[in-house]
């Protein structure tokens, strides 16, 4: 741990020292907003407002540099007052959620080790632990009354040792046996655990008392619990089979009652996701997110939001609330600063029953929609907020906190009194972390490609941006490809700007929040005209006149990673690429990927052995001949979407064509690395990106395809 330590106070500073050198920087006396900044900046969520509207409980999360971790604590809203701390120390506590009364604040707290439940009073004393569960504790939910809360839990190993047992030398360790495809899940480092969460209630009153149940079987993982509002059921949605003979996404709902012996029975049995959250009204409704599969498969599928009423121990005819509305629920737009760990609702009834409140994404923005229960056309409640509002809870009485950010503004708590009237931002947190750096705003850009499709991109200027100047420009690519860039704080190209860059973003075609088809336009021929749409944006920004052509960059990680080297391979038009987790063999990628039939399914037309020139012809591992830009390849070890064998091939392959290139490998990290991972290695990875692109655009241009690193 000191020694970790020690090499994350090095890896600051020398990312401090590089930065105050970097030409585009604040003047003498301004914040330096740097890949190091991160390390001081205040991510905010989970804002959850009391069943009255009085109060409103969140949290704030900041790095701890001596675990490389995040620590969160948990702050108060108490009507106008100022927001102030009443959860907080050296752990890390999170997921707050009001009893009904709103006398009680349940939260996480690892003080004790694992994250077990916790209780405080507001009316007074300290808060005092409720589980004790050996594997802590995962999703939880007050019930109805007040007087208990369902959780989730997973049981410890039979060979787990114990707290005297002594410690295990340190070995080769025991072999992973399986008989399932899907043991694996990116983030989940290792193989599954042969046991998934089970369903537990417990008394509230009573400190580490007697839990009921459990009330699942243990075999898949389920969903956040939902209470009916009787209080004598729970209801969550998990996967019937522990081993599905299709890819891993055809949930069901589940409801089962609340005493000893009981067996959960399936709500829903439809081939498409049925997925929790699960939200139910106080007078029995249940909604939920999911969507019908076609045959054959799609790419990309809208999600949509159902309800049903309840028919008995059953649900009725479910309704499809947002069939007329062609954009995904429960999406966002993409980002690198929300809360690392846990959030809130995106989907909830009002107290009426009679109107579902949910977030959708559409062209660049994540907005808070309201819709009638029965169905009908949505409306947007959140226009006068644009950027992404990320999350939210209602109050009984209708008020709502949300918490949602934009290009200049990160994430905060803000709440809106009644529909139709204003929203107020309530915090500061994010804003005062970065206190005296600047932030630049995005332009918004719409043009048409090649064939007259419409595309939207978004450009972000260096501080002091100057007309009569030309500057270098980096071209950022999203993943997915089925995401969505847009108006959301990111942290990442507020440093790029800040260095000098011009930054590029866009959604081209296979992205989500422009409807189905959009969406679905690259299946089967992805990467392609997605590459073109591309292009077509960037020759359109060079056409103002502000952008040094002889140096551009490109990059972008996951399917961001794909298109960069399908793009090098295609156009030696930039000076420096960034090639990070992405995927260049289609057909190892295939048989190794943690959702391997999942892609197999849905972006191919058969098994790369049954049809192998298609996963050839896409792969961009076979064109590294063409190659004449140099790449910086970012992999992480224990990435199992995208595995480390895609990565190291790539540029093990471009250094044995004798090619610039640069490889970081990132150890015990996982796919979600720059949004997620331990902050040092965030760091880490900024400051390499940095240093690659200043090193190759910010001087004067040298003469083009330089040997680099040779």
Same mark, same amino acid.
């Given at each position: ?61 900041? @790095? ?19 927001? +102030?701390? #009443? ?115 417990? !008394? ?58 009981? +067996? ?15 939200? #139910? ?10 969507? !019908? ?31 007329? &509305? ?17 959030? %809130? ?33 949505? @409306? ?50 994010? +804003? ?22 419409? @595309? ?67 299946? &089967? ?19 103002? %006149? ?53 892609? @197999? ?32 390849? #970012? ?13 190291? %091939? ?31 290695? +965030? ?28």
């Amino acid at each position: 741990m000191y020694r970790r330590t020690l090499a994350f106070a090095a890896v600051l500073f020398a990312l401090y020292a590089h930065a105050g050198a970097a030409p585009g920087a604040p003047a003498s006396g301004a914040a330096v907003l740097d890949a190091a900044s991160l390390t001081r900046f205040a991510f905010v969520g989970d804002a959850q407002i009391s069943a009255d509207g009085r109060r409103i409980a969140y949290v704030v999360a900041q @790095v701890d540099p001596d675990k490389d971790d995040y620590q969160g604590d948990i702050w108060l809203i108490d009507g106008t007052s100022a927001p +102030r701390r #009443i959860v907080g120390g050296p752990t890390d506590d999170s997921r707050p959620r009001w009893s009904p009364d709103g006398m009680q604040l349940a939260f996480l707290s690892n003080r004790n080790g694992k994250r077990q439940i916790h209780v405080l009073d507001l009316r007074g004393g300290e808060a005092w632990p409720l589980t004790a569960e050996k594997e802590g504790v995962g999703a939880f939910a007050w019930s109805p009354d007040g007087r208990r809360i369902a959780y989730l839990a997973r049981p410890a190993p039979a060979d787990a040792p114990g707290p005297d047992s002594p410690k295990k030398e340190q070995g080769a360790g025991k072999a992973h046996v399986t008989e399932r495809l899907f043991y694996r899940i990116d983030g989940a480092p290792g193989f599954l655990p042969g046991q998934r969460s089970q369903l537990w209630v417990v !008394d509230v009153a009573e400190q580490h008392g007697a839990a009921l149940g459990p009330l699942w079987d243990g075999r898949t993982e389920p969903s956040e619990p939902a209470w009916t509002p009787d209080g004598k059921a729970l209801v969550f949605s998990a996967l019937p089979e522990p081993d599905p003979p299709v890819a891993p996404l055809d949930t069901e709902l589940f409801r089962v009652a609340v005493a000893a012996g009981a +067996r959960a029975a399936a709500l829903t049995d439809r081939r498409g996701p049925d997925d929790g959250p699960v939200a #139910i009204s106080r007078d029995g409704q249940v909604a939920w997110t999911g969507f !019908d599969d076609t045959t054959p498969l799609r790419s990309s599928t809208t999600t949509r939001l159902y309800a049903a009423r309840p028919a008995g121990a059953l649900l009725g005819a479910p309704v499809n609330v947002t069939a007329a &509305f062609d954009r995904n629920v429960d999406e966002t737009v993409m980002s690198d600063t929300p809360m690392p760990r846990g959030g %809130g609702a995106r989907a909830q009834f009002d107290a009426s029953g009679r109107s579902l409140w949910f977030i959708a994404a559409d062209r660049g923005l994540a907005q808070l929609y309201r819709a009638p229960a029965g169905g009908g056309a949505p @409306v947007p409640m959140s226009t006068q907020l644009r950027g992404d509002l990320r999350e939210f809870s209602i109050a009984r009485t209708g008020q709502i906190a949300a918490v949602f950010g934009s290009p200049t503004q990160p994430y905060e708590v803000w709440t809106l009194d009644a529909p139709g009237g204003r929203w107020t931002q309530r915090t500061t947190h994010g +804003r005062d972390s970065l206190a005296g750096a600047t932030l630049v705003s995005s332009e918004e850009l719409w043009l048409d490609s090649f064939d007259g499709t419409r @595309v939207q991109g978004w450009l972000l200027k260096p501080p002091g941006f100057d007309a009569g100047r030309k500057y270098p420009l980096m071209l950022y690519i999203h993943g997915g490809p089925h995401a969505m860039y847009g108006e959301s704080f990111f942290h990442e190209f507020q440093v790029l700007a800040n260095a000098g860059f011009i930054v590029l973003i866009a959604n081209p075609r296979g992205s989500t929040g422009y409807g189905a088809d959009f969406a679905n336009s690259v299946q &089967f021929r992805y990467p392609g005209d997605d590459y073109r749409d591309l292009m077509a944006v960037l020759d359109a920004v060079i056409a103002r %006149g502000h952008v040094d052509t002889a140096r551009l960059g490109v990059g972008g990680g996951s399917g961001g990673g794909v298109l960069t080297s399908w793009t090098i391979a295609q156009t030696d038009r930039f000076a420096a690429a960034l090639v990070e987790r992405p995927v260049v063999d289609w057909a190892s990628f295939a048989a190794v990927s943690d959702l391997n039939l999942y892609f @197999v399914q849905h972006w191919f037309r058969d098994f790369p052995w049954r049809d192998p020139q298609d996963y050839f012809a896409r792969s961009t591992i076979n064109q590294v001949d063409k190659v004449k830009t140099p790449v910086l390849v #970012i992999q992480s070890e224990q990435d199992y979407r995208t595995p480390q064998g895609q990565g190291i %091939g790539y540029y093990n392959a471009l250094r044995m064509l004798g090619k610039p290139a640069k490889l970081a490998l990132f150890p015990g990290s996982s796919h979600g690395l720059s949004r997620s991972g331990p902050p040092s290695q +965030r760091v880490e990875r900024l400051g390499i990106i940095l240093d690659w692109f200043t090193s190759r655009l910010l001087p004067p241009p040298a003469a083009p395809h330089s040997a680099g690193d040779r």
